[in-house]
């Protein structure tokens, strides 16, 4: 590193400059201490010093890295380097002298003088160099970019860390349309102070008024942790004025801390929901995951997809992602490589029910960890084709259970939905038959039927915004079209939370696991479909039953009311994670379970719909088939 900063041409002006800024530093100590007349024994005390000193410093600052940072960028990261260095010089040039001449003719002030000097002598430099960098690069005017294009005038809401940030970067880098006018927030401390140069100038509430007296083109949201009434208030705030408005992404979507101008986006409706940033024990994550392989089923798919980018932070030895789709795998891998930068995966195109190319993966990678993702999970298409749900939802973790025990795996997580519980359509109860199979099997291992260290364990949870199966996309393509919104019910009420927050729990519950559990993400609060789309129809910019009308339709085969997270007497219990509960089943007698699939499996075969249902209520007594019949 340092042959490499000796061959910059800027290494030497800045070595040079210091070495100037030292000799000043001490000279100047000299002159405040003794009133600027010095007598022969200080000259001669100074030349005798200088030689030893100068160099001790220098090699000093290269020891603290003060060389290696980019000048036009210094930061308090750099101030506390240089602090640190100087104080370190300081003791140890003053313990020298007191070793060796016990400050005999020499003055003690004069060192702590030279100490303070040299540090602002050094870190003003520093920073009059980033000044000097950051009035050039705002050249060009600021109320057009550098082609000439007009920036447009922004109003932030919000005066905390995030808009600082994007204040920030607005001010350093000239070429992005943006111009800071101000700030608004209800925190009365706030009034009047500025950051960076931008005024807090009132609170939320006038953000009307001051948006027409600063002129503003636009309004940016950067309140990232805002709760659910805060974000709406702000919203109904925002929309108010007429101006078009933006947010940050929330921070359960900004991992990295990273916020930036660049990930402003429209906002949605996963910024009124407000939930709180998940708490991830990230050691006990990367105990599960780091340096070892990990496989993804449907990892094309909304879930395993954003398992994957999730997983990618905990640094796998390899990521085995299996879907079915070509073009999912196609995106996923695409975003892995290009997006994340993440190059040790093997995308694998096929089916779990593949029972040979299962066979294959796990005897040449030996997956350590298995995520089954993979699901058909709509619930009409599921009831008119309930041999699907036999075949790729129960049959195929069957098999996938099997192969993972058999292979000697240390972890195999199901992923699960809230439609398991007291499932009312066939979508639910397969995905509920998992969850028994998942149990039979840990059944079996405590009992030393099977020999084999897999921990099996199953997360269930309610809907997720913005998956493929989400209602949210159906809404906003009819509000596109100009309605009406097709409704259930105007009592229909769903769990919702972000795939972001799902994805990460899932992993969390994952290092948790002992084995044989169903661990239950707490959802938060009921949301009211009916209201949701009301909402959505603001976000588009119109309003609802008057610009686009709101039309109820009727429940759908198979479809709930409401849905429930845990069933009455299944002994859930809370964990040390807020967010994840745990049941341990319901003390069902599972033995037999797989004599009883293969009747099912060969009413699949023949397609005969209501066969599966009536063998599928057999299997399980609360679920009761409705009286559709199934359809090829």
Not at 360 to 384: G, Q, S, W
Not at 446 to 473: W, Y
Not at 504 to 514: D, H, K, T, V, Y
């Amino acid at each position: 590193m340092l042959k490499y900063q000796l061959r910059k041409p800027t290494f030497w002006a800045i070595l040079g400059l210091d070495v100037l800024l030292l000799l000043a530093a001490h000279a100047l100590a000299y002159l405040i201490r003794f009133e600027g007349n010095l007598s022969p024994v200080e000259w001669a005390n100074i030349r005798l010093v200088l030689p030893v000193l100068i160099p001790f410093k220098i090699a000093t600052f290269l020891f603290f890295g003060l060389y290696r940072g980019m000048w036009r960028y210094t930061s308090l990261v750099d101030l506390i380097n240089i602090l640190k260095a100087c104080v370190f010089v300081s003791f140890v040039s003053m313990g020298a002298i007191l070793l060796f001449n016990r400050f005999y003719g020499y003055s003690r002030a004069v060192f702590v003088l030279d100490g303070l000097l040299t540090f602002v002598f050094v870190a003003g430099a520093r920073i009059s160099l980033r000044l000097l960098f950051s009035l050039r690069s705002r050249n060009g005017g600021a109320d057009e970019r550098p082609d000439g294009r007009p920036r447009k005038k922004i109003l932030v809401v919000g005066a905390g860390s995030s808009a600082e940030k994007i204040i920030r970067e607005v001010r350093d880098n000239r070429a992005l349309p943006y111009e800071i006018l101000a700030l608004v927030d209800d925190d009365p401390a706030k009034l009047g102070q500025r950051i960076h140069g931008v005024p807090v100038l009132g609170s939320i509430d006038q953000l009307g008024e001051l948006a027409g007296k600063v002129d503003a083109d636009e309004i940016i949201i950067a309140a990232p942790s805002s709760t659910s009434e805060q974000m709406n208030r702000i919203i109904e705030c925002c929309r108010a004025t007429g101006l078009p408005f933006k947010t940050l992404p929330g921070l359960n979507e900004v991992m990295s801390g990273q916020l930036s101008i660049r990930a402003i986006r429209e906002v949605s409706y996963r910024d009124l929901l407000g939930r709180l940033p998940v708490r991830l024990e990230l050691e006990r994550i990367e105990e599960v995951i780091e340096g070892r392989t990990v496989l993804v089923t449907g990892a094309g798919g909304s879930i395993g997809s954003e398992l994957c980018r999730q997983i990618v932070r905990f640094k796998p030895g390899r990521l085995i992602i299996l879907d079915a789709s070509e073009y999912n795998l196609y995106q996923i891998e695409m975003e892995l490589l290009h997006e994340l930068g993440f190059r040790d995966y093997l995308p694998v195109l096929g089916r779990v029910q593949d029972q040979g190319l299962l066979e294959h993966l796990f005897e040449r990678y030996k997956p350590a960890v298995v995520f089954h993702a993979a699901a058909y999970k709509h619930v009409p298409m599921v009831e008119n084709n309930p041999w699907e749900a036999v075949d790729n939802n129960i049959v195929a973790t069957r098999q996938l259970l099997e192969t993972t025990i058999r292979h000697q795996s240390s972890r195999f997580i199901l992923v699960s939905t809230d439609k398991a519980v007291r499932p009312t359509n066939v979508m639910g109860a397969s995905k509920r038959m998992t969850e028994l199979l998942l149990q039979d099997f840990y059944r079996r291992l405590e009992n030393g039927e099977i020999s084999s260290p897999t921990r099996l364990m199953a997360v269930r949870f309610g809907n997720v915004i913005g998956s493929s199966g989400s209602v949210i996309p159906l809404f906003k393509r009819q509000i596109e079209m100009g309605g009406p919104v097709t409704v259930t019910d105007p009592e229909m009420t769903r769990y919702f939370m972000s795939i972001e927050e799902a994805a990460q729990l899932i992993l969390q519950a994952a290092s948790m696991g002992e084995g044989g559990e169903i661990f239950i993400l707490k959802m938060g609060t009921p949301v009211v479909i009916a209201k949701m789309a009301r909402d959505l129809i603001r976000l588009c910019g119109k309003e609802p039953d008057s610009e686009i009308e709101i039309k109820f339709v009727g429940l759908r085969p198979g479809e709930k009311l409401y849905e429930e997270l845990i069933t009455e007497g299944e002994g859930i219990v809370a964990t040390r994670h807020e967010k994840i509960m745990v049941l341990r089943g319901d003390g069902r007698e599972t033995q037999g379970l797989h004599e009883q699939l293969g009747c099912l499996a060969e009413q699949a075969a023949s397609h005969d719909g209501a066969a599966i249902k009536q063998i599928l209520h057999g299997l399980m007594p609360e679920y009761v088939p409705g009286s559709t019949d199934a359809v090829l």
